[in-house]
Every structure is written in C-alpha cells, then in structure tokens.
C-alpha cells in the first residue's frame, strides 16, 4: 500500500519535471503579462528615460476613449466582424464540399490535396498582401465580368453587394482552406464505408446520406476547424486591428493600446464563445431527440 | 435474340456513364474531376500570375496585348529583385531566426507533450485548459508587457526575444505542437514503460529511448511547420527585432518599396515585376521545401486533426 503511493507520487513528481519548462514559460511570458497588460490598460504609462514606466491611475479612461474617440479602431473592429461573418461560414462550407470531393474514389487524390494545401505554407501577411493585391487586376476582372453585372442588375442591392464582395475575397477564401480541407478529409476517411453501404440498402439518397451521416460525424471537425479559422483570421499580420494595437503602442502610449487589446481580446472570445456554442449545442439536442425516438419504435 | 443483346450493351454503356446511383457512373465522375481541375487552378492562380509577371519587362507590362506571355525572357525584374532583398544575406539572416526557435520549439514541444502525456499528476487538466488558452488569447494582449520585460533585459533587436518564448514553449503557435506530441505520445501502450521500468530504466531513459525514436515523424511534423511558420512570421518579428540587424526576407518584402528606393533611387519607380520576382524569390525555399516533403507537411495535420476533441 505505501509502496504503491509513493510510485503514485513519483509519477507526478516525473510528470511535474517533464512540463515544468512550460509552467515557467507560461507563468513568465503569459499569466504575467495577461495581469501587466490588464493593469497597464487601467493607467497612463510614461516612459521615463531613467525611473522606467510611470504608471498613473486613470480609470476606464483608456476604454472609454476607445468607443467614444477612435473611429479608426471601432472600424477595424467591424471590419475584423464583418471578415469572420463572411469568411468563417465560407471557409468551412468550400472546405468541406473540397474534402468530399476529394473523398470519392479518383486518381490524383493525394496531387489535389498537395495543391490545395500549398497555400497554408506560402501564405504570409506580406505575400498575401504583394500577391493578392497586384493580381488585383484578376478579381477585378471577375467582379466586372458579364454574370456578375447580370447579378447586380438582377438582384436587388442588399443580396448582389455580399455576392460582389465574396467573389471579391474568393481566392483568400480558398487560401485560407488548406488546413481545413485536410482536416475534413481525414475525418471523413474516418467515416465507415459500410454505413454507407447500410443506408443505401435501406433506400437513403446520398442527399439524405450526407445529413444523417456525413454531417453528424463531422460536427467535431466542424467546431475544430471553426475555432482554427477564427484564431488564424484574428491573428493574421494583416487585420488591421492588430496594426492599431502595434502603433499605438509607441504613439498613445502602452496604456492605451493595453485597452486596446483588451478590448480586441475580448472580442474574440466572444466570437469563439457563440460560434462554440452555435455549433456544440443545439446539434447535440436535436440529435438526443433523435435517438430517443428511435429508442421508442 | 439481338434485340436483347443490343438492350443488354445498351443498359450496360447508360450504367457505365450515369452509374447505377449516380454517384458512381462516368458522369459524375467527370464533373468531379472538372470541379477539383477549376478549384486548383483558382489555388494556383496567383502563383501562375506572379510567375508569369516576374519574367516581363516594363514594356511587356505596359503593353496591353500581352497577357500571360511574355514577349521575352527577361531577367532584370530578378536582378533588382536580388540587389534590393540583399538576397544570399538576408537569407542566410532569415534562416537564422527560423531554424533555431523552431529547433528548440520542437524539442521543448515534444517535452512537454510527453509530461502531458504519459503523467498523472494533480492539476493537469487544469494546466492543459490553460495549455489551449495560450492558444485562443490573442497574442497581442501580452505582447506589451512582454515588450517591456524584453527592453529591461536587453532583449529587444536581440535573437533571444524569439529564442526565450520558443525555449519556454511559448513560441509561435507553440500549444498546437505540444498537442500534436501529446496525441502521439498518448497511443504508445503504457506497456512498454512498465517493462522497461523493470528493467531498470529511469524516466529520462524512456523518454530518449523509446518515446523520442518511436515519435520521429511527430518530431518530422513538427518541426517543419514550427520552420514555416516562423519563417512566414513578420507581426512580432518587426516588433521585437525590426533594428535592422535581424532583418529576415519577408521583413525586407513588407518594407520593399522604401527599400527599392534606397537601391535605386526615388526617381526610379517600382513595377510590378520586381515585386512579383521579389515575392517569388522569398516563398521560392518554402516552395522547395514543401515539394519534397509534402507528405510530412499534410499527413502531420492529418493526425494531428483528431486532436478534434
């Protein structure tokens, strides 16, 4: 009995010294300056040649003149909003429709995933700005082409403006994909083909397949590869948000971008908050349901 | 009797082309081919646009009847390209401040994932919960005062303002990797410690022994990404080593065009094809690198996605 708990206690004492580089790590470059930056945010920082920081008291100042007096931060927010609200739903759909098909029986599967994974290693802030920007004349050509001046003349203002700008945005939609589609892919590898099998005997159309199979099993690749894209898209180099909390920072001082993150954090965790529960919850209820009334024929 | 041949071929050529459900006939199978062929040439389309405008002169550019084509190989978009990235030497810069962190990230990652792993001790799940919040809080809420404890030490335009998070496992997305190293670590059988602990074998010589030769691919996975993604890295590398000492080619591409002007002079204006050869230039390793080892790069994630739950 004593033997066995000081084996249970050695283990921990192993475990402890194994990750004990990260708990340093984490208490020194994370939960310190999580509290630092927090008071910072709650004070105006001077910078003083000799004394270091001189932190004064100033309330919610910092915050308060973050909504009322910066238009340009509130605007890059709304615009950090308005990306997630456009790409987020996108990203996942096309990543998945990819993944699918890539998952039917074809030659050059492994040439395709290769080609759609390419951009996850080249995208960076300053390519994707040099590259996107100059093939500018390209999206240009596709949004002024003959079917989406039909679309403008045909739908009414509030549909052909979001369509104007997806077709705008389509090929950092897809270059935003790569991790996605092969996350998609792999979960759908994991899917059993004799579900299929089994379904189709019973008379299910591969439509109906694809919302009593294919969906359900995916759900966790789904709130994976959302949590992922909107981490990747909030802290990409090139959201303007972020440059505003970069700048301010040797501008308005330390203070006053502290809030600023603070600010921008907790609207992402937001985000990450409802999208979280947008795809946990009501999708396990609805399928609790199911399964009772089945338990009940 | 050749009535029923004839309807026998027949039925047999409408299942090969529309397949008996559809979804496995010749039809279905060709619009599946047509729609990947038109979704990757959308991927690579930028590629194919960059390459296309590195190789033409000023005149090819200009000239409107020239599309993708150019009239003639031209060269001298890569010649300024060069001369303004200082290529051979901000390369040898860029894989400096890439290759080390990600060394040591992988190394720290692998041991970290395998405490994780293969432990129990109290508070884990806690320090794993917050294992995964150091990968959702948006780095820019610490980055300040990380900026400040960085200037007191000296650390600011300094290889060690990248070295220290990376060495602490705090690095660059440093919570995705320990968690690729914990998923593998997870599946060696316990088994294998407990025979070796038998005979004789410390917790350290598992770990170098067993563990660390069993997870060479993870390790593979890992650091290849952790490569990457540093290298690709700019938000924090222009803040905390922008000085000029450590300035790595996608720094030098984000500041290109002030820097063209220092080469060539204000009057000396910019064209598209220096910047597209410059881009090119600076992902061309990447591009290499990923065309030999893609495999590594897509199957890591492959497994590393049923991280799911």
Do not use: C
């Amino acid at each position: 009995m004593k033997r066995k708990l000081t084996n249970k206690k050695r283990e921990a004492l192993a475990g402890y010294t194994f990750i004990m580089v990260w708990i340093i790590g984490f208490l020194l470059l994370n939960l310190f300056p999580l509290f630092a930056s927090f008071y910072y945010s709650f004070n105006d920082i001077i910078i003083d040649g000799e004394k270091g920081l001189i932190a004064t008291f100033s309330g919610f100042k910092n915050y308060i003149d973050a909504f009322t007096s910066d238009p340009i931060f509130l605007t890059a927010l709304g615009n950090y909003l308005l990306d997630v609200a456009i790409y987020l739903p996108l990203i996942i759909i096309i990543s998945m429709i990819i993944a699918m098909l890539l998952n039917q029986k074809i030659k050059g599967r492994g040439f395709f995933r290769a080609v759609f994974f390419l951009p996850v290693i080249i995208s960076s802030g300053p390519v994707i700005d040099k590259l996107i920007s100059q093939s500018g004349d390209n999206t240009s050509s596709l949004t002024s082409s003959a079917m989406v001046e039909n679309i403008k003349n045909i739908l009414p203002a509030f549909l052909s403006g979001p369509i104007e700008l997806i077709l705008e945005k389509m090929i950092i939609i897809l270059w935003f994909s790569g991790v996605q589609i092969v996350l998609f892919l792999a979960g759908l590898q994991k899917i059993d083909r004799e579900v299929y099998e089994a379904a189709e005997i019973d008379g299910a159309s591969p439509w109906e397949s694809f919302w009593k199979i294919t969906l359900p099993a995916l759900r966790p690749i789904i709130l994976v590869s959302s949590i992922y894209t909107i981490v990747m898209l909030s802290t990409f180099a090139n959201n303007e948000a972020l440059k505003i909390i970069r700048g301010n920072m040797f501008t308005t001082g330390y203070g006053y971008s502290s809030a600023l993150a603070w600010i921008y954090f907790i609207l992402v965790a937001l985000v990450l908050g409802l999208i979280a529960l947008l795809i946990a919850q009501p999708w396990k209820n609805r399928f609790e349901k199911e399964d009772k009334r089945y338990v009940k024929h | 009797m050749s009535n029923i041949k004839r309807e026998k071929a027949l039925g047999k050529a409408r299942r090969f082309i529309l397949g008996v459900r559809f979804t496995d006939g010749l039809i279905f199978k060709l619009i599946i081919y047509l729609l990947l062929i038109s979704i990757g040439f959308v991927f690579v389309y930028p590629l194919l646009h960059m390459v296309s405008y590195s190789f033409q002169s000023l005149e090819d550019l200009l000239n409107p009847q020239i599309g993708y084509v150019p009239s003639r190989l031209y060269l001298g978009s890569y010649r300024e390209a060069f001369r303004t990235l200082n290529y051979f030497k901000t390369f040898g810069t860029t894989l400096l401040v890439t290759l080390l962190p990600a060394l040591l990230q992988t190394i720290v990652a692998s041991f970290i994932g395998y405490g994780f792993a293969r432990f129990e001790f109290k508070g884990k799940k806690l320090f794993m919960a917050l294992l995964i919040a150091t990968y959702i809080i948006p780095p820019q809420v610490t980055m300040i005062p990380r900026y400040v404890m960085y200037t007191e030490m000296g650390l600011i335009n300094n290889l060690l303002s990248v070295l220290l998070p990376a060495s602490l496992g705090q690095g660059l997305y440093s919570a995705i990797f320990v968690l690729i190293f914990y998923q593998f670590y997870k599946m060696i059988p316990k088994v294998l410690d407990e025979a070796a602990q038998i005979d004789g074998a410390s917790r350290a010589y598992i770990y170098f022994r067993i563990a660390v030769p069993l997870s060479k691919p993870s390790f593979i996975t890992v650091f290849l990404f952790s490569f990457v993604w540093y290298w690709n890295e700019t938000y924090f590398a222009s803040l905390f080593m922008g000085g000029g000492k450590y300035d790595t080619l996608l720094l030098k591409l984000l500041n290109f065009n002030s820097a063209y002007e220092k080469v060539f002079g204000d009057d000396n204006l910019i064209n598209e094809g220096t910047t597209m050869s410059a881009t090119l230039l600076i992902i061309l390793p990447l591009l290499i690198v990923y065309f030999i080892l893609q495999k590594q790069f897509i199957e890591g994630i492959d497994k590393a996605g049923i991280t799911g739950e």
